[in-house]
C-alpha cells in the first residue's frame, strides 16, 4: 500500500479514486464500515480506493495542550487500511494552511486538484473547512457542483450506543481493554521501539521489554496480560506493567512487557503490544521480595487470563 502526501497531486493511476474520508483514529468498527463501503464500492467501479486520514489530529493542533489520545500511529493506521483493501492512505498534514481554507477551499484544492476523487465516503459527523464551516450536506452540494459522489456511511451501533473513538478512550482510561477491544474489533496496541533501561527486572527474573508511551493515549496505569508482535511476525504472550513503577525511582513512565517462553534481544527493535486484559492497578512494595512473590501471581493471572 502506498502512503500519499496530501498537499501534492496523486500519482495519475490513482485518480477518480473513491475517497473515505475521515480522522480514522483507532480505525473502530465505525470507521471500518466507511472504509468497507469505499472499497466495496471502488472495486465495483474498477477504481482505485483511498483512505484519506488527517495528521496530526485536528483536535491537537487546536488545543495542543490536550493530554494524550491518539489510539493508533500512522504505521499502524497504514496496515490497518491494508487490509481493509484500500489501495493507498493520503495523509492530510493538518497545518495552519489546511485549517484556514474554507469548505469550498478544501474540496476544490484538496479532494478535486490534489486526489482528483470520483467520489467520497464518509461519517454522518465529519466536518471540514476553517471554523468547521462544512457537514456532510454541504460536501454533497459540493460535490454535485464539483463532479464527485457523496454517500455518508450511518454509525455503528453495538449495544444500543453509537461505536466511537471517545468511549474507547474512557474504556482504556477506566482499565476496561477488553471492552475497547469489542469497539475497535482488535484490542488496543502500543507500537514502538524497545529501549535499554535500568534492567531491574533482569535480576529479578522478569526480563522486559520497555518502551515508552509517546502521543498514545494513556489507559489506566496497572498490570496487563498482553500479547507482543515482534518485527518478524512472530506473536508472544506475556505480561506487562504499564505506568511509572511506583516500587524504583526515579518514576518513569514506560510500558515493560515480560513475554513468556522468550529468550532473545529485542533492544532497538519495533514491536506491538497489545493489551489484552487489566489485572490490578500498580502498587508499591515495601521489598524486592514482595515484589517478586507478586509478579510470579501477576504472571498466573495473565497466562489464565489470555487464555480465558
Keep these: 500500500m502506498e502512503r500519499l502526501d496530501g498537499s501534492s497531486a496523486v500519482p495519475a493511476r490513482l485518480r477518480g479514486g473513491i475517497v473515505a474520508l475521515g480522522n480514522f483514529d483507532g480505525f473502530h468498527a465505525g470507521h471500518?464500515?466507511?472504509?468497507?463501503?469505499?472499497?466495496?464500492?471502488?472495486?465495483?467501479?474498477?477504481?482505485?480506493?483511498?483512505v484519506a486520514?488527517?495528521?496530526?489530529?485536528?483536535?491537537?493542533?487546536?488545543?495542543?495542550?490536550?493530554?494524550?489520545?491518539?489510539?493508533?500511529?500512522?504505521?499502524?493506521?497504514?496496515?490497518?487500511?491494508?487490509?481493509a483493501g484500500a489501495d493507498?492512505?493520503?495523509?492530510?498534514?493538518?497545518?495552519?494552511?489546511?485549517?484556514?481554507?474554507?469548505?469550498?477551499?478544501?474540496?476544490?484544492?484538496?479532494?478535486?486538484?490534489?486526489?482528483?476523487?470520483?467520489?467520497?465516503?464518509?461519517?454522518?459527523?465529519?466536518?471540514?473547512?476553517?471554523?468547521?464551516?462544512?457537514?456532510?450536506?454541504?460536501?454533497?452540494?459540493?460535490?454535485?457542483?464539483?463532479?464527485?459522489?457523496?454517500?455518508?456511511?450511518?454509525?455503528?451501533?453495538?449495544?444500543?450506543?453509537?461505536?466511537?473513538?471517545?468511549?474507547?478512550?474512557?474504556?482504556?482510561?477506566?482499565?476496561?481493554?477488553?471492552?475497547?477491544?469489542?469497539?475497535?474489533?482488535?484490542p488496543f496496541a502500543v507500537e514502538g521501539m524497545v529501549e535499554h533501561g535500568a534492567k531491574l527486572g533482569r535480576t529479578l527474573g522478569y526480563p522486559t521489554a520497555n518502551q515508552r508511551l509517546g502521543n498514545y493515549l494513556r489507559p489506566a496505569y496497572g498490570i496487563y496480560a498482553v500479547r507482543g508482535r515482534l518485527a518478524d511476525g512472530r506473536m508472544l504472550e506475556g505480561v506487562a506493567n504499564l505506568g511509572i513503577r511506583p516500587s524504583f525511582d526515579p518514576p518513569v513512565e514506560l510500558l515493560e512487557s515480560y513475554f513468556f517462553d522468550f529468550a532473545g534481544d529485542l533492544y532497538g527493535q519495533a514491536i506491538e503490544v497489545s493489551l489484552i486484559d487489566y489485572l490490578r492497578p500498580e502498587a508499591k512494595f515495601e521489598s524486592l521480595e514482595a515484589l517478586t512473590v507478586q509478579m510470579d501471581a501477576d504472571a498466573a493471572a495473565a497466562r489464565a487470563a489470555l487464555h480465558a
Design 32 to 50: 471500518q464500515a466507511v472504509v468497507g463501503r469505499a472499497v466495496a464500492r471502488a472495486r465495483a467501479e474498477g477504481r482505485p480506493a483511498i
Design 53 to 83: 486520514t488527517f495528521d496530526p489530529h485536528p483536535q491537537r493542533y487546536f488545543q495542543p495542550q490536550t493530554e494524550h489520545f491518539r489510539l493508533t500511529t500512522l504505521d499502524q493506521r497504514q496496515r490497518l487500511f491494508a487490509e
Design 88 to 186: 493507498a492512505m493520503l495523509v492530510f498534514h493538518f497545518d495552519a494552511a489546511l485549517a484556514a481554507l474554507s469548505a469550498r477551499g478544501f474540496a476544490e484544492e484538496r479532494l478535486v486538484a490534489t486526489i482528483g476523487a470520483g467520489g467520497v465516503v464518509t461519517g454522518g459527523d465529519f466536518t471540514f473547512g476553517k471554523a468547521r464551516q462544512g457537514d456532510v450536506a454541504m460536501l454533497a452540494a459540493l460535490g454535485g457542483e464539483l463532479g464527485f459522489s457523496v454517500e455518508v456511511e450511518p454509525p455503528v451501533m453495538l449495544d444500543g450506543l453509537t461505536v466511537s473513538s471517545s468511549s474507547i478512550r474512557a474504556h482504556l482510561r477506566e482499565g476496561r481493554p477488553r471492552d475497547a477491544a469489542r469497539l475497535l474489533t482488535r
